[in-house]
């Protein structure tokens, strides 16, 4: 058929209404042809005036003058397509409080509003709202993998919704359950672990992935939270990863230790946030493959243990890192803000420490930081072989970006682009596992009167209960 563009037209309505037409149709194609494509694929690179085909759910081929065949077209002329972001973590029950505590000044505050305060007063009702207002406005800036820390599950009616959260919207889903922090619950984690695999994963590491949250210490939520060997045997059983959240200073150091040790590090555990940790245990993480996964803003805004990302400890051991949200209740929702704070702390922090020697400043650049943000996520998550760039035979994950929108033109670093120029409103087009998410710059199949109407209600009962 015919070239269409993804404009905000007719032309745009009928190119999404022919892709849905053929949705019952597994080998569906889409064509999306004279784009500038950043693969993040190491062996692909960067390919101008390039076609990326989807096939079903998968990236069947990258490159120039691809054959349309029965294919529907769409002219990407003017847009960078790069793969979708990847959230390494993100408390995404929290989303109808957003901006509720802009200015926090420590771990503390934050604990005694959102754990303490608000975490008790969640009715499953609120755990769904909250997680779909977050999947929803991910995939509006561009996140299509999102691994929601959900440390809120007071019940097995807790977890379920937001897992149902995640499925109703169409984000590749990780859900990472833990026991809440303070409050009355069930404590039926992490036994529930067992039943929400079978329950709502198929197995297959997909659209949905299973595991375990946890907290590196006993500090806040006490030591039936924390990691340690009953945990990590729990995992294992269920070949389940576990991310550990609040990795801060000498006692997550030394827990750090004791875990390689017991033989409980690898690839297969994700340390969050990872401020403050001693050389010792930094070289324990880089020498068996643990993932790490840094929170930016969270942890320069907070100002959580040194209140310094550690991008500059990670790549020294070896570590790659994927990059994370954490709390909207204070921060900003998207993977633009978390690529741009990075460059730029490091690249001061770099300069500071070479200033008034001979010394070459060790600065990260843009490919490392989109790097971040796709590749070391999608591994950080367990899913670099479904997600994370565009490889032929991955998953039709990606983003098409427009570069000569007016804050974007005219294209020249499409790298450059894309992590200092762009943001949710150039986001024209989203595809997640092959099907269209957000179109023509509309997240679809939201009803967002509706949707407004739940987030508000949500709101004021949680504020109602807690005497607000």
Sequence with gaps: MGSASIAQNADGARTLEEIRRRSDDPRRRILFTGATVVTMDPGIGILERADVLVEGNTIAAVGSGLEAGDAVVVDAAGTVVTPGFVDTHRHAWQSQLRRSIPDVDDLASYVTTALAGYAPVYEPEDMYVGTRLAALSAIDSGITCMLDFSHNSRTREHSDAAVRALLDTGIRGVHAAMGPHFGAWDRQWPEDLTRLREQFTDGSGRMLTLRAGALATGDIGGPALAHGPDLARIARDLDIGVSVDAVFGTPSSQAVLEWEEQGLLGPHLTLIHATGLTDRAWKAIGATGTTVSLAPTSDAQIGLETAVPAIDEALAAGVRPGLSIDVEVALAGDMFTQMRTLHTVQRMR?????????????????????????????????????????????????????????????????????????????????LIDGEPRKWDGQVLDVDLAALRAQVRDSRDRLRERIGH
């Design 350 to 430: 770099a300069v500071n420490a070479a200033y008034g020697t001979d010394a070459e400043p060790a600065r990260i650049g843009v490919h490392d930081v989109l790097d971040f943000a796709t590749l070391q996520g999608a591994r950080t998550n367990a899913l670099e072989e479904v997600t994370g760039s565009l490889t032929p035979g991955k998953r039709a994950d990606l983003l098409v970006i427009r570069a000569e929108d007016l804050n974007n033109m005219p294209l020249n670093d499409p790298v450059g682009t894309v992590v200092l120029g762009s943001d949710a409103r150039n986001v024209t087009a989203v």
